[in-house]
């Protein structure tokens, strides 16, 4: 594994650890909604860009997948409201 591959999952474990704890107690409700969105949406992007290799690939694909991302993140945001 390269040192790349190993902060990304550091940071994708770190994430979980927090999507966790503030699912317990940190937060409630709509608040919830966002931050454990947040989460998905930067854990999304670092398993996309870093372990399927998306970095290297045609802009258009970098482009598509961060919007796609993106729009899902929102469209759950605004039915949860």
Same mark, same amino acid.
């Not at 994708?12 to 927090?18: K, R, Y």
């Not at 969105?37 to 997948?65: C, D, N, R, S």
């Given at each position: @594994?390269?040192?790349?591959? &190993? ?7 770190? /994430? ?7 699912? !317990?107690?940190? /937060?409630?409700?709509?608040?919830? +909604? /966002?931050?454990? @969105?947040? &989460? ?6 670092? &398993?996309?860009?870093?372990? &399927? !290799?998306?970095?290297? +690939? ?6 598509? /997948? ?16």
């Amino acid at each position: @594994m390269t040192k790349s591959n &190993i902060i990304v999952w550091v940071g994708l474990v770190l /994430f979980t650890l927090l999507t966790f704890y503030s699912s !317990e107690d940190l /937060f409630s409700g709509t608040q919830l +909604a /966002f931050v454990l @969105m947040g &989460i998905v949406v930067v854990k999304f992007l670092g &398993i996309g860009l870093q372990f &399927i !290799e998306l970095k290297q +690939a045609h802009t258009t694909w970098k482009v598509l /997948f961060t919007g796609f991302i993106l729009f899902f993140g929102l469209l759950v945001i605004v039915f949860v409201q």
